[in-house]
């Protein structure tokens, strides 16, 4: 099977539909083994383990992970919390970075500077969470959001073959 290598406009190499048969299998199956991998491609292992590579140095894989259950950890209640700010979102992430239950945090537009997306064990613990945030120098006001049920959690997905 030819390999379909094309440029992006960024200069980046495109996806191919290997790559993107690839991608869609992890995605539904990330445990896969690379033979099973590469029969689905009718490539060889190792030229889908050289794809892989590239795809992960190239950053469209960011990581190889596990997906573990908050609640497994103790982390039952999750929040949004919007923040107003003073100082610039480059100036607060070494310090973000540090607080354990900071899982995401994006900058916005709008009237708030940046969203965090926060787990916490109890709304006890949520509560000093947001007193310790509004305690950093530079965040000038929280409005937080607590999620019941979250119905879908997902990232991108990969247009299957």
Not at 13 to 19: G, N
Not at 73 to 90: D, H, I, M, T
Not at 102 to 122: D, P, Y
Not at 129 to 146: A, D, F, M, N
């Amino acid at each position: 099977m030819a390999e379909n290598i094309s440029e992006s406009r960024t200069g980046a190499r495109a996806l191919d539909h290997i790559d993107q048969v690839l991608l869609a299998a992890l995605q539904a199956a990330g445990r896969m083994r690379l033979e099973d991998l590469a029969r689905q491609v009718d490539l060889a292992p190792s030229s889908v383990h050289d794809r892989l590579r590239r795809l992960q140095r190239d950053g469209v894989i960011r990581r190889w992970t596990i997906d573990i259950a908050p609640e497994a950890l103790g982390f039952s209640v999750l929040a949004y919390v919007g923040v107003q700010a003073s100082r610039p979102c480059s100036e607060l992430v070494g310090t973000l970075e540090q607080i354990r239950e900071v899982e995401e945090f994006h900058a916005v537009a709008g009237q708030l500077s940046f969203i965090l997306k926060v787990r916490a064990t109890n709304t006890e613990h949520l509560l000093h969470l947001i007193e310790r945030l509004k305690q950093i120098p530079g965040i000038e006001g929280t409005e937080t959001t607590v999620v019941l049920k979250t119905h879908l959690e997902r990232g991108p997905v990969v247009k299957g073959p």
